[in-house]
């Protein structure tokens, strides 16, 4: 589907397009790095202001075939377009809950983002995926998730980490923290 072979490794963005994700960024890296790897597809889901933008902007480069735009789909359809990736990528400087590299890893892809604070409860660097700063770091990160036999583990560890965050895990705490501070109010009063 999409052009996409059995054997190609798809880097996957979901979400919006817009200036404060910083998609300019990856693609500037995309020439490089599937000069290398030609079984390298980018895979970008979403819409927004930015979009027309970045279409011209992947017009005319080497690997601009190797770059597909699915646009905008149904909430209820996102699973299936995680399905079809391999990592998930961001290089957005403005995450405030990192929902999506939630909803990525629960599908079981690593991730691969730029380096951001927001992120250090939910990334686990080198356990369920990398941050970068420079190309080389970002083409490394993808070359060790993709290429280093290591491939099933990331994806163990990044569904873990997604579980941490799941409803039934998230209920289980705060039951703990409500009857933590009703415990001790027993005490003061009791």
């Known amino acids: 589907e999409y052009g996409i072979q059995k054997n190609d490794k798809v880097i996957l963005y979901l979400g919006r397009?817009?200036?404060?994700?910083?998609?300019?960024?990856?693609?500037?890296?995309?020439?490089?790095y599937m000069?290398?790897?030609?079984?390298?597809?980018?895979?970008?889901?979403?819409?927004g202001p930015a979009s027309s933008h970045l279409k011209n902007m992947v017009k005319?480069?080497?690997?601009?075939k190797s770059i597909l735009f699915l646009g905008e789909k149904p909430y209820d359809e996102v699973?299936?377009?995680?399905?079809l990736g391999d990592v998930f990528v961001s290089a957005?400087?403005?995450?405030?809950?990192g929902l999506t590299?939630?909803?990525?890893?629960?599908?079981?892809?690593?991730?691969?983002?730029?380096e951001d604070k927001c992120l250090n409860g939910i990334m686990e660097e080198g356990g369920n995926?990398?941050?970068?700063?420079?190309?080389?770091?970002?083409?490394?990160?993808?070359?060790n998730v993709l290429y280093s036999g290591k491939e099933?583990?990331?994806?163990?560890?990044?569904?873990?980490?997604?579980?941490?965050?799941s409803t039934h895990v998230f209920a289980s705490e705060i039951l703990d923290v409500y009857e933590d501070v009703l415990s001790r109010r027993e005490l003061q009063y009791g």
């Not at 699973?79 to 399905?83: C, D, F, I, L």
């Open 152 to 165: 099933e583990q990331y994806c163990k560890n990044a569904k873990e980490t997604a579980y941490r965050f």
């Open 129 to 143: 995926g990398f941050f970068f700063r420079s190309q080389e770091e970002f083409v490394h990160a993808l070359d």
């Open 17 to 32: 397009l817009s200036h404060e994700k910083n998609m300019e960024e990856l693609l500037s890296y995309m020439p490089f």
């Open 35 to 47: 000069k290398k790897h030609e079984d390298a597809k980018f895979v970008i889901v979403g819409d």
């Open 92 to 97: 957005s400087n403005s995450e405030t809950q």
């Open 60 to 64: 005319g480069l080497s690997c601009e």
């Open 101 to 114: 590299f939630i909803e990525a890893m629960a599908s079981g892809l690593p991730v691969i983002a730029k």
């Open 79 to 83: 699973g299936k377009y995680y399905q």
